[in-house]
């Protein structure tokens, strides 16, 4: 039994996530890498079109609601799947959004963007993409709505957003009749990976593939954020090593061969749908490691979503 099911509602309101999410088979995809393949999807987490910041916003939303916040305020790049999600989160729970985005406004509004304003959410453009300028107006933002608002933090990843992966490891659990001897995930901000790391045995092992490659080393911010979350959680620390690859590219959300070559073939092998920003350089990641012989035997593929982003006007000659 998973001791702490994942509190999909805030206390009043419809899902913010769905779940258990699917947990299934990749046979095809298994054959073209040689390592079975199983994917976790997290895509499916239900949320206007789904991804990882659900389980996280569950946790967050109940949070500032506790705190008799009315608005959620949060920061992105333009494509932010966190920002769509948190808008959603906030239509759910019956608060005000505020979204402040990387860049300046565009003339058409596509993908992650579309469904910002087709959820009601205010968006604010920081006209300039670096995260300084970002975060400045983000906390002028919160800052004028004063105790009202609930600023989110990037990527929702705190201890308290985390805390919904240490309860997603349980519940990948206890889908498989063992534990997996790998699991590959997306590397943001990294809070998925370190709730994963807290939540998991110590003998699966999580190789994350860093798609933006953070200021701070995503090593030491994933190993101190995953001691934090086991003891929000009542765990012992994680002691295993925190893998990380990378696979950025030039830059965060540019496009590299790899990951389109991957992004073609959990398409064309599975029918499954990734994206260019993080899971299509996860699968790119998993390909190499698969390749190199680095990961083996059982493998769980953490879908953690992102799909809107495919449609995005930045994206359109992927
Ligand atoms: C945010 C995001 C991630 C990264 O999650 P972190 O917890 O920030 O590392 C991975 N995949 C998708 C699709 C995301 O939107």
Redesign the pocket.
């Given at each position: 039994m998973n001791e702490n099911p994942v509190p999909y509602r805030a206390p009043g309101h419809a899902p913010i996530a769905f779940g258990p999410t699917p947990l299934h088979e990749a046979e095809r995809l298994s054959e073209a890498l040689g390592v079975r393949v199983l994917v976790k999807r997290d895509d499916q987490t239900g949320l206007a079109l789904g991804?990882?910041?659900a389980r996280?916003l569950a946790l967050l939303v109940e949070d500032a609601i506790r705190r008799g916040c009315d608005t959620l305020v949060a920061a992105g790049g333009a494509q932010s799947?966190?920002a769509r999600m948190t808008a959603a989160a906030a239509a759910v729970a019956g608060l005000h959004c505020e979204l402040v985005l990387g860049g300046n406004e565009p003339s058409r509004w596509s993908g992650n963007l579309l469904l910002d304003r087709l959820l009601g959410a205010r968006v604010h453009f920081a006209g300039s993409e670096n995260w300084l300028d970002i975060l400045r107006r983000t906390n002028d933002v919160a800052a004028d709505l004063g105790s009202r608002a609930y600023a989110m933090p990037i990527?929702?990843?705190t201890p308290v957003g985390?805390l919904a992966y240490l309860h997603a490891a349980g519940e990948l659990l206890e889908q498989m009749s063992g534990p997996p001897d790998w699991i590959v995930?997306?590397?943001?901000?990294?809070?998925?990976?370190a709730g994963l790391l807290a939540g998991l045995p110590a003998g699966v092992r999580v190789l994350g593939v860093d798609?933006s490659r953070p200021p701070l080393p995503l090593v030491q911010t994933i190993a101190a954020l995953a001691a934090e979350t086991a003891a929000l959680g009542g765990r012992p620390a994680p002691g295993g090593e925190v893998l990380v690859v990378d696979h950025c590219g030039p830059h965060y959300g540019s496009i590299t061969g790899e990951a389109r070559e991957a992004v073609r073939l959990a398409a064309r092998t599975e029918g499954l749908i990734l994206?260019p920003?993080?899971?299509g350089k996860?699968m790119a990641g998993l390909v190499a490691a698969a390749r190199e012989g680095r990961v083996r035997g059982t493998v769980v593929f953490w879908h953690?979503?992102?799909a809107p982003g495919l449609f995005a006007d930045e994206y359109a000659d992927f």
């Open positions: 991804g990882n910041k996280k799947n966190f990527g929702g990843s985390a995930v997306a590397d943001g901000t990294g809070g998925t990976h798609v994206d920003v993080y899971t996860a953690t979503g992102g």
